[in-house]
C-alpha cells in the first residue's frame, strides 16, 4: 500500500523552464493539496481540490497550475519556473474534513 | 485572514527534559486543530483536536486545546534525541478544505 507517492523527489531546473511535480494517491481520497515548505515560512497552501475536476487557490498560487481529471493524481505544474520557487514540495491527501491529512516525501526543487 | 502561530520558533534542551510547545490561533471558523511531527521527511500526524479542555495523550506526547483563549499547547516528557524534529501545528477551517499551518517549532534534544 503506497499511499502518496510524489515524484520527482528531487529536481533542479533552469529558471524560464516548465517542470511538473507528480503525486498520486491509492487511497481515493477525496481531497488533495499541493503545500511548499520555506524556512520561515512553515508549510503554505498552493492549491487544492475537493474532487476530480474540481480545483481552488491556496495562499500563493501565482506561478503555479494544478489539474485533477482523475481522482488519484493532482499534478503540479510551473509554467516558467523563478528561483523564488526553489522550495520543498509537499503533496497531502483528506479522506474527509474531520481526518487528519496525510502528506507525501516532498519534492525538493531547485530553480537554477 | 486566516493565522497560525506557533512559539518559540526554536528550542533546544536535554535529554530528559520536559517541553512545552505553543501554538495559537485566529480563524474565520474553527473545526480542529492538528499537530505534526517533522523529521527529515514527510510530516506525521500526532493529534487532532477539536473540543477544549480534554487532553490526547500518546506515550510521552500529551496535548490540549482551549478553544476559549484560542491555543494549544503540546506536551513531551522525558525527552529523548529521537524527539528532535520540527513540529507543525495546522488549524482546519469549517467550511474550506484547507489546513493553515503555523511555522513550526524545531525542536532539538541534546544528550
Known amino acids: 500500500d503506497a499511499g502518496i507517492t510524489q515524484s520527482p523527489r528531487y529536481k533542479i531546473t533552469e529558471t524560464g523552464r516548465q517542470v511538473t511535480l507528480m503525486c498520486h494517491q491509492t487511497?481515493?481520497?477525496?481531497?488533495m493539496f499541493w503545500y511548499r515548505q520555506d524556512l520561515g515560512h512553515g508549510l503554505r497552501l498552493i492549491y487544492y481540490s475537493a474532487a476530480a475536476d474540481i480545483t481552488d487557490k491556496g495562499e500563493v498560487p501565482d506561478g503555479y497550475v494544478v489539474s485533477r481529471s482523475k481522482t488519484e493524481n493532482f499534478p503540479l505544474t510551473l509554467e516558467s519556473a523563478t528561483r523564488s520557487q526553489t522550495s520543498v514540495y509537499f503533496c497531502a491527501t483528506r479522506d474527509t474534513l474531520n481526518t487528519e491529512a496525510f502528506f507525501g516525501q516532498g519534492t525538493r526543487l531547485t530553480v537554477v | 485572514e486566516d493565522k497560525v502561530v506557533q512559539s518559540p520558533l526554536s528550542l533546544v534542551v536535554h535529554e530528559g527534559d520536559t517541553v512545552t510547545l505553543n501554538c495559537s490561533y485566529e480563524v474565520t471558523n474553527f473545526r480542529s486543530l492538528l499537530w505534526y511531527k517533522q523529521e527529515k521527511k514527510a510530516p506525521t500526524f500526532l493529534f487532532m483536536l477539536t473540543s477544549s479542555g480534554i487532553e490526547k495523550k500518546s506515550g510521552r506526547l500529551s496535548s490540549i486545546l482551549d478553544k476559549k483563549e484560542l491555543f494549544s499547547i503540546l506536551n513531551i516528557t522525558a525527552t529523548q534525541t529521537g524527539d528532535s524534529a520540527i513540529y507543525l501545528c495546522a488549524v482546519s477551517i469549517q467550511g474550506a478544505q484547507k489546513l493553515v499551518f503555523g511555522q513550526g517549532t524545531r525542536l532539538t534534544i541534546n544528550p
Open positions: 487511497w481515493s481520497h477525496s481531497y
